[in-house]
């Protein structure tokens, strides 16, 4: 038990192979290490910032995919200990510094890697002073004992990298990402081996391809069940799903759709979120509507809020009394019975639904 404590089995694998490698004398590749650190950086010259704007759009693309894979890392890392929570900000600001200085010194961007932090909590550290450690050993070792480093075959480091990985990867990982639907497993596969058979790059850009299409594609839906009352000049109209700007056509053509003279009752119990762009056709729609000699019955302070994504319980799950009170009042005075309450799907005709599937 001492020994596992005070030596990670990590450890002890590259070591026993390092042992091995060089008792045997085996012909493969091994770590190399610069001779002189100073001459090895890489300082930009008076040449290479005159190229600095054919840099941009690269810089930004890279600063894109640093910062998603060091955000993603610090909530990976969050989940395997129980120690101080990431702060985001300051680990994007941090990053920002140290990638500066990289740009100075010529070195490679920096950024959090989740097989580093992983094998730090697997080996008991319980502070963000193990990723600095991290930092000082790779620098002492480099400065002082170089000799030692090259005797490492880099096969042993590519099979802690496997090791590591496979573990992040496991088919526990994923019966858990199945709980969240089927979607969020084929992403994964996707980005997997877009990783595997490309490279981490353009795995990464493919999966947030693929997840910013599949949010827009669930932003789109919505659903809207209209119900005309021609002899009590009563129009209701239901929302379900989500009332962005994608679907503003839509939702131009059911309000006017709504005959001039009707009084109009909009119901959002189902509506997950309305966006700026629906909230404004809304308002424009109701004045105009008005002015026709029409009227809206709907709860405005509690639609905004829909906007303002304030979800309170018990304030969003339902609309305001006031307007439940005058929907009921307005259908009982009509007799009408579609006025009575929320309608199930059954309720309406093909003809009355519009919906995205």
Request: aromatic share 0%; net charge neutral; glycine share 4%.
């Given at each position: 038990a001492r020994m596992r404590t005070w030596l990670p089995a990590p450890l002890l694998g590259v070591a026993?192979?390092?042992?091995?490698a060089n008792v045997f004398a085996l012909p493969i590749a091994y770590v190399t290490v610069p001779d002189n650190l100073v001459s090895s950086l890489n300082v930009p010259s008076a040449f290479s910032v005159s190229l600095m704007p054919t840099l941009i759009g690269p810089s930004l693309i890279l600063a894109l995919i640093a910062s998603a894979?060091?955000?993603?890392?610090?909530?990976?890392?969050?989940?395997?200990?129980g120690g101080p929570r990431t702060d985001y900000n300051k680990e994007l600001r941090?990053?920002?510094v140290g990638n500066m200085v990289c740009g100075v010194l010529g070195a490679l961007p920096m950024t959090g890697v989740i097989v580093r932090s992983s094998a730090n909590v697997a080996a008991g550290a319980r502070t963000r002073w193990s990723a600095v450690l991290h930092g000082a050993w790779l620098l002492i070792f480099v400065a002082a004992f170089s000799g030692a480093l090259q005797l490492i075959p880099l096969a042993a480091l590519a099979g802690l990298l496997v090791y590591v990985g496979a573990k992040l990867a496991s088919p526990a990982v994923i019966t858990k990402l199945r709980r969240y639907g089927t979607g969020e497993v084929v992403l994964f596969g996707i980005t997997v081996s877009g990783v595997v058979a490309i490279d981490l790059l353009s795995g990464v850009l493919i999966g947030l391809a693929?997840?910013?299409?599949?949010?827009?594609?669930?932003l789109s839906r919505l659903e809207m069940f209209m119900e005309h009352d021609p002899t009590h000049k009563r129009t209701?109209?239901?929302?379900?799903?989500?009332a962005t700007f994608l679907r503003l056509a839509d939702v131009a053509d059911q309000l006017e759709s709504v005959p001039p003279d009707h009084e109009l009752h909009v119901h959002f119990d189902e509506l997950d979120t309305v966006d700026h762009a629906v909230l404004e056709l809304f308002r424009t729609w109701a004045d105009q509507h008005k002015s026709r000699g029409g009227h809206v019955v709907l709860d405005w302070e509690i639609f905004e809020q829909r906007y303002h994504m304030q979800r309170e319980k018990g304030t969003l799950g339902s609309q305001s009394e006031e307007l439940k009170r005058a929907s009921n009042q307005t259908g009982a005075k009509h007799g009408s019975a579609a006025s009575q309450g929320p309608h199930?799907?059954?309720r309406y005709t093909e003809g009355d639904r519009r919906s995205t599937g």
């Open positions: 026993t192979a390092t042992v091995a894979e060091t955000l993603l890392c610090a909530t990976a890392v969050d989940i395997m200990h941090a990053q920002g693929l997840s910013a299409a599949r949010l827009l594609l669930r209701v109209l239901h929302l379900r799903g989500a199930p799907d059954s």
